[in-house]
């Protein structure tokens, strides 16, 4: 399994005990299971017809548990394809969903005093880099972790919801850098404190309010600070596409900020940083700069699938590898069973392509039965875990396309695998072949 070399340089995983133990009795089993096969077949054999060397393929015998271990492996190539394909799609439809902001192009930073500066000042200075085009301080990005929770009451009430807000402390330039649209209202105004609060669909939805234009203007009041309702904005997400959308509150607090974004041409990043760094020793000689694009930080809000994807495309090919070489064995295994009918039937003029189709009708009834069984158990799995993402993809609408993808591939790999060793049965001269005891 192919797996981030960080994973196993990690002290958690060499000192967890439960892991190891886990691993030595699926070593242990797998030695038994894979030793148990051949001990009982040997078992089976007659002393006498061993001693003189008589034991036939025929005698052996076990065709029904071959074909049985070759359909467990079909079932087990197919589900980890379509889990695998499934999955991805949601990794795309997650990495390329319109969050309702901009992404490209804006990089973030820390702005770990903002008590010791003049705001306006530093954000004009940043501008002045040529490559820079916009500026914001704020509290969090967008989507991030960084949403505080948040009682309050609205309009004349004097008692909390019984549902709390997510709040951003932005500044007046947030909505143009990320390009978040009012649809009702105004921006908040340019202020170092709180004059007014900007709130989301989201939190309409809540209150049950169907018109933007009716909340603009009345009185917001979030833990102890009151004010007007400036404006609505679009929805964005503001967390992983794991959570639903929050009711939220955007108003100024220079106290909070803790960080800055940038929109920046791309093409200039490497002749911006150097003076970006530069007027950040200005302003901060004692901080460490810290800095990154935003693209990437969403991207790390989606490791723990990134992650696991990579965990179910290692087993993928290894159940690939394993699968092929049963369906070689299989196949050998077939060619020395049917080694007299294939003669008779090159004798009465039968053409390769015929003693191909022999070989290719009993692999493909198996990857059929195989596909049958994997396909409501790969769509059990792959719903149940799409469960877990409130915004995910209609399984209904791409199994169709994932089973049938997983289906060409399993019969073109099982084409490849047995094409060689049935052309080579195919060749072989009937004379020889009706010799054969």
């Known amino acids: 399994i192919i797996l981030h070399v960080e994973v196993w340089q990690s002290a958690i995983v060499w000192a967890d005990i439960t892991l190891w133990l886990d691993l030595l009795l699926i070593f242990v089993a797998v030695t038994l299971m894979a030793g148990m096969y051949p001990a009982m077949i040997l078992a089976n054999f007659k002393p006498i017809m061993a001693l003189r060397g008589s034991v036939s393929t025929r005698q052996i015998g076990g065709i029904s548990l071959r074909r049985l271990l070759i359909v467990f492996q079909f079932v087990l190539i197919q589900v980890l394809l379509m889990t695998t394909l499934v999955m991805n799609q949601q990794i795309d439809y997650m990495l390329g969903k319109d969050l309702g902001f901009t992404v490209k192009g804006i990089y973030d930073f820390n702005v770990p005093t903002p008590d010791s500066i003049n705001q306006q000042t530093f954000k004009k200075r940043v501008l002045e880099i040529a490559g820079i085009e916009k500026i914001s301080l704020r509290s969090a990005q967008p989507m991030s972790g960084n949403v505080y929770n948040a009682s309050f009451q609205y309009d004349k009430s004097t008692k909390d919801m019984h549902w709390s807000i997510g709040v951003k402390n932005i500044d007046e330039n947030y909505l143009d850098l990320y390009n978040l649209r009012i649809i009702a209202g105004e921006n908040i105004p340019a202020s170092d404190t709180l004059r007014g609060f900007l709130v989301n669909e989201r939190f309409l939805e809540r209150m049950g309010i169907a018109n933007p234009k009716e909340v603009v203007g009345k009185s917001l009041k979030v833990w102890d600070r009151q004010a007007k309702i400036y404006g609505v904005v679009r929805n964005f997400h503001d967390q992983s596409l794991r959570n639903s959308l929050m009711p939220l509150a955007l108003f100024s607090a220079k106290s909070e900020y803790k960080g800055a974004s940038i929109l920046l041409n791309i093409g200039q990043f490497k002749e911006i940083l150097p003076k970006l760094q530069k007027l950040w020793d200005e302003y901060f000689p004692n901080q ?129 695998t047995i094409l060689y060793e049935a052309y080579k049965a195919s060749q072989k001269s009937p004379s020889l072949s009706l010799k054969t005891e």
């Open 288 to 416: 460490v700069f810290q800095g990154g694009f935003l693209d990437k930080d969403i991207e790390k809000h989606y490791e723990e699938e990134t992650a696991l994807l990579t965990v179910v495309r290692g087993c993928s090919w290894i159940a690939i590898v394993i699968g092929c070489l049963g369906l070689y064995g299989l196949v050998r295994f077939l060619a020395v069973q049917k080694t007299k009918e294939i003669g008779i039937r090159k004798a009465y003029g039968a053409t390769v392509s015929q003693i191909l189709y022999l070989f290719g009708t009993e692999i493909f009834r198996l990857i059929l039965i195989g596909f049958m069984m994997a396909l409501p158990l790969s769509f059990f799995l792959m719903w149940t875990w799409l469960q877990s993402y409130v915004h995910r993809i209609d399984l209904g609408a791409h199994i169709g396309f994932v089973a049938v993808l997983a289906l060409l591939i399993t019969s073109f790999l099982a084409i490849v």
